[in-house]
């Protein structure tokens, strides 16, 4: 069974083995940033229950041999006075004339053009990032990416107060590998690399320090998307092929497309309500139980947090809520064990024993069948 958990200092190796896989802003290949990173994640998540907008959380998914094969991200705040959230708008603007040729005769003409709008903002949401799978598990029958992107919602409702009201999730746009094999970017080719004199992974490795210099050398006024070449205009506000299904796992749960772009490579930003995430608002506590779930039991995350590293652990396993007084939930050995709340060998779980649960069966339901939104009962 994998494991979804905070990184650990010994998982410096397998993280830099995945970084290459991805190469981004969120988690570049440099064994450096990775160890800052790791360093940064680890007090983060020893931190006071006050907001730190400076919070960086960095979570592995381990496999059964304990080595990291996939990571996610979250960001408590991306956008602040020290380094501001920067965006396209993508608006739509009309435009109509009735023109009078030399006969008299009218041709109307209704044209509809795309404008891009740099915009930012020091008062930022929350950001999910850093989502990456080993590539020889992608397609994996216990669907991996699922508990690497989803577990971060159970952690959100975990520790509520450290998140603002609005989650992000930056989605990778087609990227394309150039001569010399560096990732390119079509829309940066045609447009960022015209206003700033750099290559997208200058522009990438700049902006891990700075992203001024996106303020200061783009065009303050709108950017006619309809001058970029067809190619180009195509992919704006789109994901790539590897993307699709981190797109649709979010959408399922509550995100949508917010009308914004990466300036860098046009891909789009998806936002919602933090207290709206259906799995954030269905996440509960629960007193957990060692037991077979019933046949047709819904899969869940399952979760637990502690005061010791690692605070934050998940998997994905089949669970039934047993009708109590209080929140119960049967569940499997072998997830238990995981979870750190059975010890090997034992028939049950310490009586102090609590665990997070989210079922499937609840978050998955469309929004528009969901009762309204109703308090957390996390405390309890």
Do not use: C
């Given at each position: 069974?994998?494991?979804?958990?905070?990184?650990?200092?010994?998982?410096?190796?397998?993280?830099?083995?995945?970084?290459?896989?991805?190469?981004?802003?969120?988690?570049?290949?440099?064994?450096?940033?990775?160890?800052?990173?790791l360093k940064r994640s680890i007090a983060s998540f020893r931190g006071t229950p006050d907001f730190d907008p400076g919070r960086r959380f960095l979570f592995v998914l381990e496999g059964p041999d304990g080595r990291a094969v996939g990571t996610s991200m979250i960001h408590a705040q991306h956008g602040d006075f020290d380094e501001p959230h920067v965006f396209f708008r993508v608006i739509t603007e009309e435009r109509y004339a009735d023109l009078v040729g030399p006969s008299g005769d009218h041709h109307e003409v209704h044209?509809?053009?795309?404008?891009?709008?740099?915009?930012?903002?020091?008062?930022?949401?929350?950001?999910?990032?850093?989502?990456?799978?080993?590539?020889?598990?992608?397609?994996?029958?216990?669907?991996?990416?699922?508990?690497?992107?989803?577990?971060?919602?159970?952690?959100?409702?975990?520790?509520?107060?450290?998140?603002?009201?609005?989650?992000?999730?930056?989605?990778?746009?087609?990227?394309?590998?150039?001569?010399?094999?560096?990732?390119?970017?079509?829309?940066?080719?045609?447009?960022?690399?015209?206003?700033t004199g750099l290559t997208y992974e200058e522009?990438?490795?700049?902006?891990?320090t700075s992203k001024d210099f996106i303020w200061r050398l783009f065009p303050s006024s709108p950017v006619h998307a309809s001058l970029l070449p067809e190619g180009v205009r195509e992919i704006i506000g789109k994901v790539g092929p590897n993307t699709i299904g981190a797109q649709r796992l979010l959408e399922r749960i509550g995100f949508k497309y917010s009308g914004r772009?990466?300036?860098?490579?046009?891909?789009?930003?998806?936002?919602?309500?933090?207290?709206?995430?259906?799995?954030?608002r269905e996440t509960h506590k629960y007193i957990p139980e060692l037991g077979e779930p019933e046949r047709d039991a819904s899969y869940a995350i399952l979760a637990t947090t502690a005061n010791e590293a690692p605070h934050f652990r998940a998997v994905w396993a089949p669970a039934t809520i047993?009708?109590?007084?209080?929140?119960?939930i049967r569940a499997g050995r072998e997830a238990l064990e995981r979870l750190g709340v059975l010890k090997p060998g034992a028939i049950a779980p310490e009586p102090s024993a609590r665990i997070f649960a989210a079922l499937r069966s609840q978050w998955e339901v469309p929004l528009a069948r969901r009762s309204p939104a109703r308090n957390n009962a996390l405390s309890t």
């Open positions: 069974m994998f494991l979804f958990r905070e990184a650990m200092p010994s998982d410096e190796d397998s993280i830099f083995d995945l970084a290459r896989h991805l190469n981004t802003l969120n988690l570049p290949p440099e064994r450096s940033f990775i160890s800052q990173l044209m509809l053009h795309t404008m891009l709008h740099l915009g930012q903002t020091y008062d930022g949401p929350s950001e999910l990032g850093g989502l990456v799978l080993s590539p020889e598990l992608r397609g994996h029958p216990d669907k991996l990416g699922r508990l690497l992107s989803l577990g971060r919602f159970v952690f959100v409702a975990g520790y509520r107060g450290w998140f603002r009201e609005r989650l992000l999730a930056e989605l990778l746009p087609p990227l394309y590998k150039g001569p010399s094999g560096a990732t390119r970017s079509p829309l940066w080719d045609a447009l960022g690399s015209v206003f522009a990438d490795t700049l902006s891990r772009i990466d300036p860098f490579d046009g891909g789009p930003h998806l936002e919602a309500n933090t207290d709206e995430v259906s799995l954030v047993i009708p109590s007084s209080r929140r119960r």
